[in-house]
Nanobody, 124 residues
Framework: QVQLVESGGGMVQAGASLRLSCTAS????????MGWFRQAPGKEREFVGR????????YYADSVKGRFTISRDNAKNTLYLQMNMLKPEDTAVYYC?????????????????WGQGTQVTVSS
């Protein structure tokens, strides 16, 4: 089991950058595929991106490709989401999640453990 806590959200203007962090408890962080999801008011939770267990492979939603970067530091049990060139449509609660599924996993149902979320608000 792993517990996840996100941090780093806030309110910024369009074009700004933010870096989210997700700190995991336990000694098994490196055994999980990690993902970032987001949920805007009135919308379903959507996939943002994911990184494999050793950080060698990433995959992103088209809406964030080229602007967002996922990385991880297994020694620190921490996952990151660097968000650049933020847009108002990026406004959402951002969640990190852990999956035991190998390969590209974009479905919410593939992720077993979730953090509580951190709010990101981008004003125009």
């Amino acid at each position: 089991q792993v517990q996840l806590v996100e941090s780093g959200g806030g309110m910024v203007q369009a074009g700004a950058s933010l870096r989210l962090s997700c700190t995991a408890s336990g000694r098994t962080f490196g055994s999980y595929t990690m993902g970032w999801f987001r949920q805007a008011p009135g919308k379903e939770r959507e996939f943002v991106g994911r990184i494999n267990r050793i950080g060698a492979s990433t995959y992103y939603a088209d809406s964030v490709k080229g602007r967002f970067t996922i990385s991880r530091d297994n020694a620190k049990n921490t996952l990151y989401l660097q968000m650049n060139m933020l847009k108002p449509e990026d406004t959402a609660v951002y969640y990190c999640a852990a999956s035991q599924t190998l390969g590209v996993t974009t479905e919410v149902s593939s992720y077993k453990y979730w953090g509580q979320g951190t709010q990101v608000t981008v004003s125009s």
